[in-house]
């Protein structure tokens, strides 16, 4: 079992920044992806960004340039650094990971931007 532990997140004006950060905890060998997804009020969850444990990246259209993901194997933690933050980006962030074909979700953190 994983469990995953957010924070991070709050209310920042438009053009402002983030950083999210997600620790796994649990009897862990090595997480193959760990990743970002989004939840608007009224709208499906959307993947963000997500990262593999040799690196790979992989974003959203709608953040590209904007976002950026990262991992500490180490510390089984993932982060999201947010740049020029638009009232759009309002949603709540939930971790996900995937690990020995399993997925797990955090709690959820929000974010919210102000225009």
């Known amino acids: 079992q994983v469990q995953l532990v957010e924070s991070g997140g709050g209310l920042v004006q438009y053009g402002g920044s983030l950083r999210l950060s997600c620790a796994a905890s649990?009897?862990?060998?090595?997480?193959?992806?760990m990743g970002w997804y989004r939840q608007a009020p009224g709208k499906q969850r959307e993947l963000v960004a997500d990262i593999t444990s040799g690196g790979s990246t992989n974003y959203a259209d709608s953040v590209k340039g904007r976002f950026t993901i990262s991992r500490d194997n180490a510390k089984n933690t993932v982060y999201l650094q947010m740049n020029m933050l638009k009232p759009e980006d309002t949603a709540l962030y939930y971790c996900?990971?995937?690990?020995?074909?399993?997925?797990?979700w955090g709690q959820g953190t929000q974010v919210t931007v102000s225009s």
């Open positions: 649990g009897s862990i060998w090595s997480i193959y992806r």
């Open positions: 996900n990971v995937l690990y020995m074909s399993a997925q797990f």
